[in-house]
């Protein structure tokens, strides 16, 4: 292990009391939609005088040369086999990655407390899902604070699970997809988290774990906003007994480009330059939806049909079955001089984009909060776990967005985007995603409840 960077300036006047207390140490869980944040998180922190320390596991590594402010350190872990890409093998992998590290993390963590002394280390901050890291931490005297990545109804979906399952809304049924969950309005059946029978009992677990985590800690830290999620963050309060952090949306107090685990390619913001105002669509599915072949050609077809301009990431591996993600023949030619296609982009920068005017995402927390804060309006396709949930409040709670919902067909696809591009309630939902992205603006200002909550929050780890 290198020695620590030294704090900045800036570092000193909060977290440097006497040399006490001064370092915090981060433990991300490894995707990129946990990532990302963490990483906002610890430029926050950074900038308010805490040297940083990240603990990160070898599959989906950051790169420290990126981060040239803090320290890593590698914990190996146990699990092997091919990277997991169906989310029962994703959900299966996050409920063991905890356990896989805990070892190698307790000597390490203990190495780092010999050497910066227990006295300077504030706490860990780790992502909800790694509870045996919390414990770990825990038996080493080591406080820690819990970060859950997405929203505050989330996670209240989260400790509501075993009602839920008691009630007989989980597992899913077809035949009670628009049922709505009177506990948890405006929710219905199919928003809730659900991988299907064979996967119920891991689901469960998971989110027991999360849960777990979050009680056995010092504190919960959520990457939303009060003007966003008043309600919901009130319930969460009455339920946990643990203080909750709304600091966010992180993003506007610490970019995450530095953290992005594949290369962005930065031309589609030139590309973007030559457009007007709101007049791109801009089409993504985050880091871990995939599509058949057929939804593939679908949404290609309705994209081209559309007639609108379009900025699309098409991600290596977003098409099941398929090493390469080619375009239906033609494509191209079809959409010459009005459309870019790139692996991966620069999201947070394109959304700000004056010439992006609609956003087609799978609703992953990050995109939604990112898409909110810039006043771009939704096209929503949900894929799994919190995003339908996510899509249920940007359609009916914030009303900045329309769901796609059915069978992905091109017909349906070219109306979806021709209403939210160019249609009336397309331009009534850009207007209310403006006053949000005035709203967040004000949170995450001085004196705003997310500057007021990332101070609060501060003073407690200094307390802990
Ligand atoms: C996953 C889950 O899918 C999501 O439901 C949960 O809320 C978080 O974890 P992911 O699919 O990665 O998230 O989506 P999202 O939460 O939107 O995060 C994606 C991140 O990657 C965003 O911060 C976005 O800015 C970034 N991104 C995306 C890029 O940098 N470039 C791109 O081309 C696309």
């Known amino acids: 292990m290198t020695p620590p960077p030294a704090p900045t300036m800036a570092a000193e006047s909060n977290a440097n009391h006497g040399g006490r207390h001064r370092h915090v140490l981060l433990f991300p869980l490894p995707y990129q939609g946990h990532i990302n944040p963490m990483f906002r998180l610890a ?20 790169d420290p040369a990126r981060h040239p402010h803090y320290r890593f350190v590698p914990v190996p872990d146990v699990v092997s086999g091919p990277d997991p890409v ?13 356990g896989a590290c805990e070892a190698a993390f307790r000597d390490l963590l203990a190495a780092v407390l010999e050497e910066y002394s227990r006295d300077a280390v504030a706490c860990l901050v780790a992502d909800a899902h790694l ?47 628009d049922t709505p969950v ?7 059946v199919r928003d809730l ?33 009060d003007a966003l999620e008043r309600r919901e963050l009130e319930g969460l309060r009455q339920d946990l007994a643990v203080p909750v952090f709304d600091i966010g949306p992180l993003h506007k107090f610490s970019p995450a480009g530095e953290s992005s685990l594949l290369r962005q390619d930065r031309s589609c913001l030139e590309w973007l330059d030559a457009w007007p105002p709101a007049s791109v669509l801009y089409v993504s599915f985050g880091s871990l939806a995939c599509m058949s072949p057929r939804d593939l050609e679908e949404t290609a077809w309705g994209i081209a049909g559309s007639c609108v301009p379009f ?21 191209e030619a079809a959409t010459r001089g009005r459309g870019m296609v790139v692996g991966w982009a620069p999201q947070e920068e394109l959304l700000r984009h004056r010439a992006v ?32 949930g996510n899509a249920r409040y940007v359609e009916h709670v914030w009303r900045v967005g329309l769901e796609l919902v059915g069978e992905l067909e091109m017909g349906r696809v070219e109306a ?27 949170c995450t200002g001085k004196g705003g409840t997310s500057c007021l909550a990332i101070d609060k929050l501060v003073t407690h780890m200094m307390s802990l």
């Open 43 to 62: 430029g926050v922190l950074h900038a308010r005088g805490f040297a940083v320390t990240v603990f990160h596991t070898h599959f989906n590594a950051p």
């Open 86 to 98: 169906a989310i029962e093998d994703v959900v299966a992998h996050i409920v063991s990655i905890g």
């Open 131 to 177: 509870l045996p890291i919390f414990q770990a931490a825990n038996c080493l005297g080591v406080p820690t604070l819990a970060l859950r990545t997405s929203s505050a109804v989330s996670f209240a979906c989260f400790t509501a699970y075993p009602m839920l399952c008691e009630k007989g809304y989980l597992p899913v049924q077809d035949s009670q997809l």
């Open 182 to 188: 009177v506990e948890l309005p405006p929710y219905r």
């Open 193 to 225: 988290m659900d991988i299907g029978k064979d996967g119920h009992e891991v689901l469960c677990e998971m989110m027991a774990r999360a849960v777990a985590a979050v009680k056995g800690s010092s504190g919960l830290i959520l990457n939303t906003f």
């Open 311 to 331: 900025l699309w990431v098409v991600r290596p591996g977003m098409v099941r079955g398929s090493a390469h993600q080619e375009l239906p023949k033609g494509f």
């Open 357 to 388: 005017g609609g956003f087609w995402t799978h609703n992953g927390w990050n995109s939604t909060t990112e898409s909110v804060c810039e006043g771009v309006p939704m096209l929503c396709r949900p894929y799994f776990g919190d995003q339908m």
């Open 416 to 442: 979806a985007i021709r209403r939210l591009m160019t249609g009336r309630d397309g331009a009534e939902m850009r207007s209310r995603a403006g006053q949000l992205k005035k709203a967040a603006e004000e």
